[in-house]
């Protein structure tokens, strides 16, 4: 079953702005890691948080996880038309054998 | 990382019969899993399959309709089983990173079920 939701479901920008994704939970969590899918194609993983850290940086990525809110956000600064994909956020639980529990996705489009 | 190949990438096939789908890896992993993205939806997972044993299935998948082997550690197959239109599908396989917790994912199947 889904662990949570993100939102918005769709989102629609021009290129150069900030892209920002929310993706809420349901129980606790090892880490929680954000997906990028390009038109139905495999999943591309694009960076893990741990339970215990607040943010993560990874080039125009940044991740924040409050545990207390059970939510997480990924922004994605200065868009680009290449952007433009289905981003999932996913949790991990201690003692899952690294199975993930996928939200709902948010489809994000960038237009040029 | 992990590179990963899955077959066929893409079929249409008719109601009631059966297509296996193959999942290969270019290292060996102790866990590979299979997901299923319904159209428009997110992932849901529908077992593990581990080298040695039979598949761990998550709850609503069953191993009659959903059988997988595991022959060794760079391959798996998923098979579904008398299919209907509701079977259609992106089928994913991944693996788990050797010292990370990331999972690494195939290019995917889309099975269409007329």
């Known amino acids: 079953s889904q662990q949570g939701e993100e939102d918005p479901q769709a989102l629609s920008i021009q290129e150069g702005e900030n892209a920002t994704m929310n993706c809420s939970y349901k129980?606790?969590?090892?880490?929680l890691q954000w997906y990028r899918q390009n038109s139905g194609r495999g999943l591309v993983h694009l960076i893990l948080?741990?339970?215990?850290?607040r943010e993560k940086h990874s080039g125009r990525l940044r991740v924040t996880l409050d545990t207390s809110k059970k939510s997480s956000s990924l922004l994605i600064t200065a868009s680009r038309a290449a952007d433009t994909a289905s981003y999932f956020c996913a949790t991990q639980t201690s003692g899952s054998a690294r199975q993930l529990t996928f939200g709902s996705g948010t489809q994000l489009t960038v237009l040029p | 990382s992990a590179v990963i190949s899955q077959k066929p990438s893409r079929d249409i096939c008719q109601r009631g019969t059966s297509l296996t789908i193959q999942c290969q890896v270019d290292?060996?992993?102790?866990?590979m899993f299979w997901y299923r993205q319904q159209p428009g939806q997110s992932l849901t997972l529908i077992a593990t399959a581990n080298q040695g044993s039979e598949a761990t299935y998550e709850s609503g998948f069953v191993i009659d309709k959903f059988p997988i082997s595991r022959p060794n550690l760079t391959f798996s197959t998923l098979t579904v089983s008398n299919m209907s239109p509701e079977d259609s599908s992106i089928y994913l396989c991944s693996v788990g990173g050797r010292s990370t917790d990331t999972q690494y994912f195939g290019p995917g199947t889309r099975l269409t079920v007329l």
């Open positions: 129980t606790s969590i090892n880490n």
């Open positions: 948080i741990r339970s215990n850290e």
């Open positions: 290292s060996q992993v102790t866990m």
